[in-house]
């Protein structure tokens, strides 16, 4: 059992920056690939960006990509999303998960999820 906590979102003018953590509890977090996915009323759940399980191998989603970046570490277990040049169109609720072994991009393929927290960006 995997349970994570989300949090760093608030209210920010476009062009700023937000980081979001995620810590996770247990002691296998190494072995999980992370993900960032994000919600906005009336849309679907959206692949933001993942991380393998080493932190080694990233991949963003088009719409994020040179703006944010996920990382993670280990021995912290915490996963991290900085954003930077934040545009309206990335208000969301943004969620971590977490999938046992290989990361991927579709968001039923995850095995546990944080509550959410809400980010928000002003025009």
């Known amino acids: 059992q995997v349970q994570l906590v989300e949090s760093g979102g608030g209210l920010v003018q476009a062009g700023g920056s937000l980081r979001l953590s995620c810590a996770a509890s247990g002691r296998t977090f190494s072995t999980y690939a992370m993900g960032w996915f994000r919600q906005a009323p009336g849309k679907e759940r959206e692949f933001v960006a993942r991380?393998?399980?080493?932190?080694?191998?990233?991949y963003s989603s088009d719409s994020v990509k040179g703006r944010f970046t996920i990382s993670r570490d280990n021995a912290k277990n915490t996963v991290y999303l900085q954003m930077n040049s934040l545009k309206p169109e990335d208000t969301a609720v943004y969620y971590c998960?977490?999938?046992?072994?290989?990361?991927?991009?579709?968001?039923?393929?995850?095995?546990?999820w944080g509550q959410g927290t809400q980010v928000t960006v002003s025009s």
């Open positions: 998960a977490a999938r046992y072994g290989l990361g991927s991009s579709i968001f039923t393929e995850y095995d546990y």
């Open positions: 991380i393998s399980r080493s932190g080694g191998i990233t």
